[in-house]
């Protein structure tokens, strides 16, 4: 018998998939930065007995049916949207992904979000770079304070928890809603939990960080951005499918909301063209919330170990169940 095959769907660094290439046929789809073909995928499937996948590879039951040999599909990603987990349990194939390795990371890059779009850094820092600096004037590129204001957080899992700590920082009221009561941190940090309506009514800031799901699938729509407060900022860390994008830019372009910090979208990578893209009020971010190299490599270590485990027909460290 041969050793068991696993493909990775994009260019790792050597030394992460090391451990791999001992035990294992490794084979990588070798490129960094562009992500594998359906085509590829579903012929390299076929004969694997584990995937390593990024958000981009969809998981889905036409690839699962005619995978025979494949035992687990290690996401690097805590998010796992693009798989059919369901699908996989029916076929017998594990899911894993990468909880807690990314928390206090995207954590961070929501906050840093946050605080540029208040303050318009991105603006700000081109208005430098750009020689438009001429003097002082009482309201160049005023923006906004974020200190003692509302936050309301959709989604309270443990990324919500992190980024509701990092507002306490900031003396800020946190409100949050969540599929079901989050007593942790209710108790921790004083968290309110409130129904999405209330919560869009008083927060000065809405940020969403869940997950997407059938229920979340363009939770905020015209309706949700008609209940904020005109002055309101929008962030977006969770996933762009929870925006209905058309929504969002009439909300912004007419001033029915004051800003957006968006590190997801409804297509990834977005088109440079993109609408949303020419509204000075809109901070883009290339979907890198875990994105810090320290973080990356956690996770991607993560997804390597899930794939030893269950290979060697033992319990996975972070199944998604
Ligand atoms: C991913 C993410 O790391 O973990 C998630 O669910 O959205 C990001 O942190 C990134 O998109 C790579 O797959």
Not at 64 to 69: G, M, R, Y
Not at 99 to 112: G, I, Q, R
Not at 269 to 275: A, G, T, V
Request: with cysteine.
């Amino acid at each position: 018998m041969g050793r068991p095959y696993v493909f990775i769907t994009r260019e790792l660094p050597d030394d992460v998939v090391a451990p791999l290439c001992d035990k294992y046929h490794v084979n990588m789809w070798p490129h960094e930065d562009i992500a594998v073909p359906r085509d590829v995928l579903l012929e390299e499937a076929s004969k694997a007995e584990a995937l390593i996948t990024m958000l981009s590879d969809r998981i889905d039951e036409e690839l699962l049916k005619q995978s025979p040999k494949l035992r687990v599909v290690a996401n690097v990603a805590v998010g796992y949207d693009n798989i059919d987990v369901e699908a996989a349990k029916t076929y017998g194939v594990i899911v894993c992904n990468t909880p807690d390795v990314l928390t206090e990371t995207t954590a961070d890059l929501t906050f840093a979000l946050l605080l540029a779009t208040a303050r318009r850094l991105i603006e700000a820092a081109e208005f430098v770079k750009g020689g438009k600096w001429k003097s002082w004037s009482p309201l160049l590129l005023a923006g906004t304070d974020v200190h003692h204001k509302t936050i309301g957080i959709v989604g309270m899992g443990k990324i919500g928890q992190a980024v509701a700590h990092r507002a306490k920082g900031f003396h800020m009221r946190v409100l949050y809603y969540n599929r079901s009561r989050n007593i942790e941190a209710e108790k921790t940090l004083d968290a309110t939990y409130c129904s999405f309506d209330e919560l869009l009514r008083r927060s000065d800031f809405v940020v969403c960080l869940a997950p997407l799901t059938n229920e979340t699938y363009q939770l905020f729509n015209r309706a949700a951005f008609a209940k904020m407060k005109s002055s309101a900022i929008f962030i977006n860390a969770g996933r762009g499918a929870i925006v209905d994008e058309e929504a969002l830019y009439d909300a912004l372009i007419h001033r029915r909301i004051a800003g957006a910090g968006l590190d997801v979208f409804a297509q990834e990578p977005i088109r440079s063209d993109h609408p949303l893209l020419q509204l000075p009020n809109v901070v883009a971010l290339p979907h890198i919330g875990s994105a810090t190299k320290e973080t990356r490599y956690a996770m991607m270590h993560v997804c390597c170990r899930n794939v030893m485990a269950v290979l060697e027909g033992k319990e996975p460290y972070t199944p998604v169940r």
